[in-house]
């Protein structure tokens, strides 16, 4: 039996083969308005479904993993480490060696002080954001209460970093901590189910039968040509 997740993940690749397949034809279209003197001034016509509803009907039969699975287990100092990084080259803060190995102390210090077993969802969200504004007290050389300090710190060492790429490396850290920990392959439970019309059938009663509603919802573009003012034109993406 399918889990939820990828029963989800097998429409959104349906959808996006859709558009593959419309963006295919529509390059066909084109082409035969080109090579057709009546019609190459005319629009190229287009059709678009930007919201799509589907009402499934399923049977949820199992929960997979045992009774550990529940919860989420906190992140490794490795994992902490890639977090950090991964944040600061989308971001483009500059840390150097030391200031990396600094955030990864503090947020490490944070976890190992908060952090039980074993944490419900609701939880580790609250640890990863809660790590994330250590490590923005930590680049702004402010020491929060509770948050251990590197000891090769020094007064008056490098300056704060500015308030807005500290702002912006704090987000997308806590963004990443939040994938390393329940984010994770194989932690949390996993919803196993009967998609089948036919093993929905078999079953009989209906009010054991789940209705699960997804929108998907598409952002169209087309390509205009601009003209600039010295007679020439680009082509641009904009919104439909």
């Known amino acids: 039996m399918p889990r939820l997740g990828d029963l989800v993940g097998s429409l959104m690749a349906e959808f996006t ?15 035969l308005y080109r090579s057709e003197s009546l019609l190459e001034g005319a629009p190229v016509p287009r059709f678009r479904m930007p919201d799509n509803t589907v009402d499934l009907p399923v049977l949820m039969s199992d929960l997979e993993g045992d009774g550990d699975a529940t919860g989420f287990a906190r992140p490794s100092t490795d994992a902490v480490r890639s977090a950090i990084r991964e944040a600061a080259a989308t971001t483009g803060v500059s840390l150097d060696d030391a200031k990396e190995a600094e955030l990864v102390a503090g947020i490490d ?21 809660a790590s994330s504004r250590v490590a923005e007290a930590l680049l702004q050389k402010r020491v929060p209460v509770g948050a251990a300090a590197s000891p090769s710190r020094e007064a008056g060492a490098t300056a704060s970093a500015p308030a807005a ?42 009010s054991l039968v789940t209705r699960i509603g997804l929108t998907f919802k598409e952002d169209g573009f087309e390509v205009v040509s601009v003209e600039r003012p010295d007679g020439s034109s680009q082509l641009r993406l904009t919104p439909e």
Not at 17 to 24: I, K, P, S, T, Y
Not at 109 to 129: G, K, M, Y
């Open 17 to 31: 083969l859709a558009r593959v397949r419309a963006d295919l034809e529509a390059v066909k279209l084109v082409e």
């Open 109 to 129: 210090a944070h976890f190992e002080s908060v952090w039980q077993t074993s944490e419900p969802i609701d939880r580790a969200v609250l640890h990863s954001r």
């Open 165 to 206: 790429s500290t702002k912006s490396f704090t987000k997308a850290l806590e963004l990443r901590l939040n994938t390393k920990a329940i984010g994770a392959s194989g932690q949390g439970p996993r919803v196993m189910m009967a998609a089948k019309t036919s093993e929905v059938r078999e079953v009989g009663d209906s």
